[in-house]
């Protein structure tokens, strides 16, 4: 029996970036122009692979870019500080200069933490920018990533247990929610799919994630897993399943450039080291000791070094270990993740998916609706996934 053809293909796609103007969003945009430019995927797209090839995902001609950003610098700037880093090549800003200052023409000015007006006409500002986006440039759907700074973990508050109350108090003027929350609870109210790329509560609000449920739209996260983590989350299983029992596992990350700084201040680096932590007690089975440590190295750039060292014990005890360093562009490593996540949630939007992916565990330190931290297993679930689901067209139900 022959297969059956691949489902038609989505219209222009939307992909609204929260810190456009950052490293990781320039990386991931050059790259897109880049590859519609060249007809060629980039390297590193795990969905320009062949088991994706019938899954009716958006082409990468067919991205259209916008954004909010509280930094004022020109995206074609920006790519040429990531030249002078190692981090894009020589020419590229130039070759697609042109894209690059029509996305910058539909930059939005956004929220900060700091933003004095209530957050009801924040949130209502944010719905009016991502719809109007979505009007102008004759959008068939829109993907709202989140690749703003890391945010300190959030005091809890009784309107996050559910959408009812968090509503009501933004009409009566309460500030309840942090920024990303807050652009989560517009792409919710706009229509829009979400990604959050980091670790910050986004989504992860149970009021926010309930909005996402009753819109029937969703939602993907979270803090992308591009480096020392990926590496655990294919190394800690070998320990259970080998019955080797590690007894720490300790971690030295250093980071230059816009996260070095913004993971300096212990009350962000929370965050980063829970999502961390969170993943290898699931692996293990339990918690170890020693723990994740990051230091800011300015001198690095965009440029960002692990040094792991697992101690673990074996027959009759005995005491071994293992070291690793990993160095790597975190930019370079993210783009592919950012172009893969919004392909899969457009579809996943497309075919009637709400809530939260737990399929796209793959992408992530921290999956929202996953337990499973194992690179291999996510992998198959995402395959099955895509085979089952979007290549098919069926509509998804929870």
Known sequence: MSAAPPAERAGRVGVWVVGVRGSVAVTTICGALAASADHAPPLGCVTATAPFARCALVDFRDLVFGGHDVDTIGLRARARRLVADGVLPHGLPDRVGAGLDAI???????????????????IAELVRDMQEFARAQDLSRV???????TEPLPRPHPAHASATALGAALETGVDVLPPSARYAWAAALAGCAFVDFTPSAGARIPGVAELFVARGVPYAGSDGKTGETLLKSVLAPMFAQRALRVTSWSGTNLLGGGDGETLSSPERAAAKVESKDRALRSLLGGPVGGGVHIHNVPELGEWKTAWDHVSFEGFLG???????????????????????????TARAHAVGCAGPLRELAFYFKDPVGSDEHALSAQYETLLSWARERLATGRKATR
């Not at 910058?104 to 924040?122: C, E, L, M, T």
């Open 318 to 344: 005995t005491r071994m270990n293992l070291q690793f360093t990993w160095t790597g562009c975190d930019s370079a490593l993210a783009a592919p993740l950012v172009l893969d996540l919004v392909r899969l």
């Open 104 to 122: 910058d023409a539909r930059v939005r000015p956004g929220v900060a933490a700091a933003d004095p007006r209530p957050q009801a006409d924040q």
């Open 143 to 149: 993907v709202v990533v989140h690749l703003a700074s």
